[in-house]
């Protein structure tokens, strides 16, 4: 576990900060929160970021807006290549109060690059200039669904189990193999999920699935080597994918970038 690291936020004249990290696969970067809007970017790498109730997977073409205050961690799936950009509050009011995926543009994706590459050169004027832009491709920027429920930690054994599952989403991995290293009866998560997140385990499970398929897709991977991934045969993955989005693995790309 390590604990976040942001740049320092209380002697600065900028409406914004860039930061430039790498982290590597495995980390956990604790629950903590900022006074600044953040927006968080990997230019290489897929990492889970979780709020108090909810897990948004996050491949390289899609950043996360995190308005002040929220609480968050980040697990890294792989490694990463960070460049976040932090927002002074006043200037993080002209965006959404909620979290969201957002996907990144080529020009958005360059705006975040220049204002990181731009944080120690004294030119006011174009920092201003770079960062109005920026605020307004965010406020622009199209939202994407990755995101799963999270349970409150009251009960570590169903979080723990959620958590297992999220690093190994794969049919393979029984219920009952995980119910047993999470230290719990069946029947007692059984309970629990739905008490907590009002769902399943199956349907739950299914949701981390295709948040991890869309994620595996967008960075190239083949359709058949996704379902197997996940325990599934090429032809029964596609027909969950299509029966839950409403279009086949093959052509969600397709319809994203329309």
Known sequence: MARATPPDLSSTSKPLRGLARSY???LYIEPHQHAWGQ??????????LETEREALLVPPQRAVWLPPGVTHGIRVVSELEMRNIYL???LAEALEPQVRIVEVSRLLRELVLALVEQEREDDPGYY??????????????????LRVP?????????LGLCQAVMAAPSLEISFERHAEQAGASVRTLTRLFQRSL?????EWRRQVQLATAVTALIQGTPVSTVARSLGYQPSSFSDMFRRELGVAPSDYLRRDGD
């Open 88 to 90: 002074r509050p006043t």
């Open 39 to 48: 927006v968080l970017y990997a230019i290489s790498g897929v990492m889970w």
């Open 198 to 202: 009002g769902l399943g385990f199956a």
């Open 128 to 145: 201003e200039a770079l960062a109005n832009l920026a605020l307004l491709e965010l406020r622009r920027a199209r939202h994407s669904w």
């Open 24 to 26: 590597p696969r495995g």
């Open 150 to 158: 999270l349970p409150d930690d009251a009960d570590r054994r169903l």
